[in-house]
């Protein structure tokens, strides 16, 4: 599926996606590899036991990645220039080796950028949630969209 061009997005447009993704132990792990982060917490079985979560915990990055990476099928998918940034980044819950994520996608912004004639920058606000319907991570992300073509 296509993404959305900046001028089919609405302010409070919703996106509940429906791809979700169990995360494994090998999820997990890799990616504490691929970023160079030795951090017991998401390594360390024993670490984990001995921590107040009682296991290992996800890396907070992969799961924010995932959220995000969940959304780009239903909105960006190669109408995107690239991200300006992310703010207001918060995990509410821990994630653990076993747990199944979605996501949610709001529109909460979009303006006409005031360089690029062709292009238009949207703020999103996702959130991601487990199994139980807990929060589990939360950002805003601004992205440069491009407009429709002109023919």
């Known amino acids: 599926m296509p993404g959305l061009y900046y001028e089919e997005f609405e302010i409070g447009q919703v996106f509940k996606h ?3 993704r169990t995360v494994t ?3 997990n792990v890799l990616f504490c590899a691929l970023t160079h982060n030795p ?3 998401h390594l360390d079985e024993e670490f984990g036991k001995a921590s107040e979560h009682g296991g290992r915990l996800v890396n907070s990055l992969f799961t924010l990645g995932l959220v995000i990476g969940v959304s ?3 909105t960006t998918l190669g109408t995107t220039i690239g991200n300006l940034g992310m703010t207001d980044t918060a995990f509410r819950n821990p994630v653990f080796h076993g747990d199944t994520i979605r996501s949610e996608t709001t529109v909460i912004d979009k303006r006409e950028s005031k ?3 062709t292009q238009g920058i ?3 606000e996702h959130r991601g949630f487990n199994q ?3 929060e589990v991570a ?3 992300r601004m992205g440069l969209m491009m407009k429709r073509p002109t023919t």
């Open 122 to 124: 949207v703020t999103f």
């Open 25 to 27: 132990e090998m999820d």
């Open 72 to 74: 780009v099928g239903d």
């Open 39 to 41: 951090q017991p917490l």
């Open 132 to 134: 139980h319907g807990k």
């Open 18 to 20: 429906d791809l979700t």
């Open 138 to 140: 939360y950002c805003k």
């Open 115 to 117: 360089s690029r004639p």
